[in-house]
């Protein structure tokens, strides 16, 4: 792969009353192959859509997607997608989930077994193999996400909120787990967020998007990441700027959603 290459796009959504949504507006970025971005920004300001449209889920109204110097014009194997709720298949096993994509790809039981169940080790899940999805609790059912998705091993994850609906103590060894295989896989990483702590701990790349219409609107470099592979997360939120770089997103924020506020309630 050599890099994802999102071209000046732009999103309008018609709406059924004649009116339209300009979701995102020429969104440009460039991700070099290992990069690990995480995403932020208020609600509505074009995050999932810009994760969708990457994922060929949909197409922009202007602007392309590029990939390994292809056009994106649907979705493929090479994006890999985890969901907020893993989108697992409850009638199968933890291994069969996993082993879903590289069976639906023709390949051999001989040739997948054997990363499949290396997958599995890799999340933690060894002794979860042949367990039904619905004797996990939500943060194993995570794993077996992450592991279906690297079994079809893509150039690029795209994760909509993975960690949102677990508690805080699942998602902090999650979020160890993400970066793990970050560095491990040295797969390129896309990761929508609400949490700007998540956002500092997993974006070696912090995007921030402001909203109507969707861009961006800042872009941090961060340390974090890095330090964060096999560390104690809660040591690297001891970094003299993680708490300065919080409180400053934290307030670019809430001053959008405040213009927001302001927007709605002066046009009631
Ligand atoms: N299919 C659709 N039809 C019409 N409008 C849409 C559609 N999908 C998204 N939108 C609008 O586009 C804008 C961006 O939506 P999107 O879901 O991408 O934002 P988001 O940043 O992911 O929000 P959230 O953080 O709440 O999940 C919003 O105003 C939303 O209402």
Known sequence: MSGLHIKDISMRFDLPNGGSVQALQNVTLDLKEGDLMSVLGPSGCGKTTLLNIVAGFLAPTEGEI????????GPGAERGMVFQQGALFEWMSVRENVAFGPKMKGEKEF????NVDHLLDV?????FKEKAIYELSGGMQQRVALARCLANDPDVILMDEPLGALDALTREKMQGLVLKLWKETGKTIILITHSVEEALLLGERLLVMAPRPGRIHKEYRLPFAELGVGADLREVKKHPDYNSTREEILSMIWNMEEEIMGRTEASV
Request: without cysteine.
């Open 66 to 73: 590029e990939l390994g110097g292809k056009t994106v014009k």
């Open 111 to 114: 040739d997948y077994a054997e």
């Open 123 to 127: 999340v933690g899940l060894q002794d």
